[in-house]
């Protein structure tokens, strides 16, 4: 890196440590994930608390240390490097996720000294103490503009952090599909529901048979019911020897009608901004519950404004949320449907067979795209309208775990990315 660089950057970064962190971020990029799966094993064993706020499906998995790997690195490139595309984006992400699950200042201090002891361990010797300084230096950076964000949310949604969660009672179930569930939530504390907007979520704590607690986030997958919200859970079915999902089981089997479920305030930002304009909510499987509230949001608020849904799922008979969504769309001025399944029902001639296609649909002029499934069909969506000239600050994405691929796409300037 040129020291004219250093000198015109406004990165709070002490130039000495930004010459050490250009020098070892490549080293530590490729070490990251040996990092973080050497981090949190050691730090669950000195705070076995933390396992009851961590996710342990994304442990298993290594998905949450891929995630805090790559944030990390992230971080630290952009600010050594002020061509670096803006990293607002993943900030409020984690800062939501973390407001959700009552993350509070303090813990920054254990996460720190893990952190920096597995870099330690990892890259023994060639950690000089400068090196690690230069790297203490930028975790608490990371760490103090996330507590700062992290209190701004939680003064917004009038939540203390010791407390994250209000009992809310199980109103009603409603079957969906063979695999899905809604569950109508009203609170269980006399409190008013707080304000949500559509496309945004909750951590859902549940006490497993086996004694663990554990929280998941569930979008709220109906806005429109007044003091009550409505979640809608995809049972998660293990693949190859996998376990079955521990809390989509657990609230499939076992959570019924007056049962009192932990629930944070909402968060997250995929939501609309107050703009017009033609929008597409291209969706697959349980990422629908994302698209029911925007929709009747839009029915509520701007009933003129054109609306296409596309969704993919298996099946017709897998597609949670179709009618209501196809009622609420009824309402709208110009509103149109596609679906694609994998498998077609003989009598469905409007379906299409096989993998969600957008270069079939006409796309509008000033297009705005929310886009939320899997990982792997989020990109191949994404390509389409990408290549048919909407801009990549029109598309927005939400995915439904660690978001891999935020630090890939905002190279793109993807529509996630706040500028
Ligand atoms: C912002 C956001 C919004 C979301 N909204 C929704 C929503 O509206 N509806 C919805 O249904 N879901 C939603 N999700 C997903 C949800 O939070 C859960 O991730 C999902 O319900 C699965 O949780 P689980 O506890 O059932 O599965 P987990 O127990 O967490 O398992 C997850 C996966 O990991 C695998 N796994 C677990 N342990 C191992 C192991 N030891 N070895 C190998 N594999 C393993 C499992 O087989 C499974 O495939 C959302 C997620 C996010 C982040
Ligand atoms: C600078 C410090 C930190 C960074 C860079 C960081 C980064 C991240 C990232 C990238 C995610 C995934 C977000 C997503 O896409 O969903 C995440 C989630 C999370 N973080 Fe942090 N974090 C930090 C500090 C902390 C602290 C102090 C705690 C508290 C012990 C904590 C607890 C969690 C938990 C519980 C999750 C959710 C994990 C999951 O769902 O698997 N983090 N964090």
Redo the contacts with the bound molecule.
Sequence with gaps: MSSTMLESSPSPLSDRSAVVVGATAEVVAAHAEQITARFYPRMFAEHPELLRVF????Q??GEQSRALAASVVAYAVQLIDPAAPSFAHVMTRIAYKHMSLGIRPEQYTIVGHHLLAAVGEVLGDAITPEIADAWNEVYWLFATQLIAEEARMYQLANVDPTRPVRPYRVIRRIEETQD?ISLILEPADDGELPKISPGQ?VSVFVDLPDGQR?P????V?STGLGNRLQ????R?R??GG????????HLHDRIAVGDVLEVSAPA?DFVLQPTDGPLLLASAG?GI??VLPIVEHIARTQPDRTVIVAHADRTAQDHALRDTVLHVGRQLDDFTAYTWYETVDPDDHRSTAGLMDLTEIPLPADLQVFTCGPLPFMRHIRSTPLVRGVPANRIRY????PDLWAAEVSQEGAGNTKT
């Design positions: 996710n342990q499906g994304n298993a998995t899905v979520y554990q998941r986030q569930y979008t997958s979640i809608t859970v995809r998660v293990g693949v996998a376990p079955d999902g521990r809390v989509s089981t997250g349980a519950t994302t939400e995915v439904f775990g």
